[in-house]
C-alpha cells in the first residue's frame, strides 16, 4: 500500500454556478473584505476570476464548495493570493489538497517559487509544507504576518 493522501474532492475554475453556494471559513479576517466593507463571497471571488488578474478555484465535494483557492502569476513566481477551508472542516486535508494543487499549477506555468502573505496563525502549517519565512511584518487588517516563500527543486 502506497501512502498517498485520498483525494478528497474535485478542484475546478470557479463558475457561476457556485456563486450562490455559501462558503465562510469562520476567520473574519480572511471573510470580510477591508476594502470594501463587506464579505467575501463566492461571487466576489468568481467576479476576481473574470478580471483575468487572478485565477480562482474552488475544491468542491458532493456539490458542496469546501474551499476557495486564488493564485497569481508573476514574473518568475505565483503568487497565492487566497487559500482558506469551509468552516468546520478544517485539518481534514482539504488545505493540503489545495497546496498540492498549486504545486502542480506551479511547475505547469514552468515557475520556481510560490509566494504568500500569511497571518501568524498559519506560519507552521506552510512551514510543514516546506514554505520558508522570508520576512515577518504587521499588517492593519490581518495583525502579525509573514512573507512565505516554497521555491521547487
Not at 473584505?33 to 478580471?51: A, H, V
Not at 509544507?129 to 487588517?141: Q, V
Request: proline content about 1%.
Amino acid at each position: 500500500m502506497h501512502n498517498r493522501r485520498r483525494r478528497l474532492g474535485e478542484i475546478c475554475r470557479i463558475a457561476e454556478i457556485y456563486c450562490k453556494k455559501e462558503f465562510t471559513t469562520g476567520d473574519r479576517r480572511f471573510d470580510l473584505c477591508p476594502y470594501c466593507k463587506g464579505t467575501l463571497n463566492l461571487r466576489f471571488y468568481f467576479e476576481r476570476d473574470n478580471s483575468g488578474k487572478y485565477e480562482s478555484y474552488v475544491l468542491v465535494e458532493e456539490e458542496n464548495v469546501m474551499g476557495i483557492l486564488c493564485i497569481q502569476k508573476r514574473k518568475n513566481s505565483l503568487y497565492l493570493s487566497r487559500i482558506g477551508v469551509l468552516e468546520g472542516f478544517h485539518t481534514r486535508g482539504y488545505g493540503y489538497q489545495m497546496m498540492m494543487y498549486t504545486i502542480e499549477k506551479t511547475m505547469a506555468w514552468n515557475k520556481k517559487k510560490i509566494t504568500c502573505e500569511v497571518h501568524e496563525d498559519v506560519i507552521n502549517w506552510f512551514s510543514k509544507l516546506g514554505f520558508k519565512r522570508i520576512r515577518s511584518y504587521c499588517d492593519t487588517h490581518w495583525g502579525k504576518c509573514a512573507t512565505m516563500e516554497y521555491k521547487l527543486r
